[in-house]
């Protein structure tokens, strides 16, 4: 179990900047959206904490609603493709969607996720990143709203982790045990 006095983590964000940083981002799509209701749709886990901290801090209208992707690698003979769904299905329609995320990598689920909702109707659909680890995009996909770019291989705290992985922590780090050996 990782907590925050464990001696292999190392602080890539610390809590104030994250603080400052959400902030900011409120500030900037309460302007975008003045007049409007936001529909914050956050995918679970790593999306749970921003979402609560910038929710707290937009001056418009909030509706917030909770998705739990799933991916299925299905194989077909020589061929693999993978499906995507989300749990529970959303009625988006005429809603302006912002979809949270805790971190954007490949971008393939939040590629799909965008997609979906525009399709089921949504007025726009733009999305909120806390990180964006655009090094790993395997899609042309950029968030309209991040906090942080980052490259580490495997983090912790502030809503990433695993079950009891550090999800806790009010600050991002990385650790030793999961870090690979060029951060080292």
Avoid: W
Wanted: proline share 3%; aromatic share 8%; charged share 25%.
């Amino acid at each position: 179990m990782v907590t925050s006095n464990d001696k292999n983590l190392k602080v890539l964000i610390p809590k104030e900047k994250i603080e400052k940083r959400v902030q900011e981002l409120a500030r900037q799509i309460s302007s975008e959206y003045a007049g409007k209701t936001v529909y914050a749709l956050c995918v679970l886990e790593n999306g749970f904490m921003f979402m609560s901290d910038l929710v707290r801090e937009l001056e418009v209208p909030v509706v917030c609603a909770f998705i739990k992707t799933q991916e299925k690698v299905i194989r077909q003979g020589d061929s693999t493709r993978i499906e995507i769904s989300f749990i529970p299905e959303l009625d988006v329609r005429g809603h302006d969607v912002l979809l949270v995320e805790g971190i954007v990598q490949s971008g393939v689920t939040s590629e799909f996720l965008m997609r979906n909702m525009t399709a089921r109707g949504a007025a726009s659909v733009k999305m909120a990143a806390f990180l964006d680890k655009s090094s790993a995009r395997r899609v042309s996909l950029q968030p309209d709203y991040f906090g942080f770019v980052v490259d580490e291989s495997y983090m912790v705290g502030y809503g990433l982790g695993g079950p009891e992985q550090g999800r806790n922590l009010g600050y991002v780090a990385t650790t030793a045990k999961f870090s690979t050996a060029a951060e080292k």
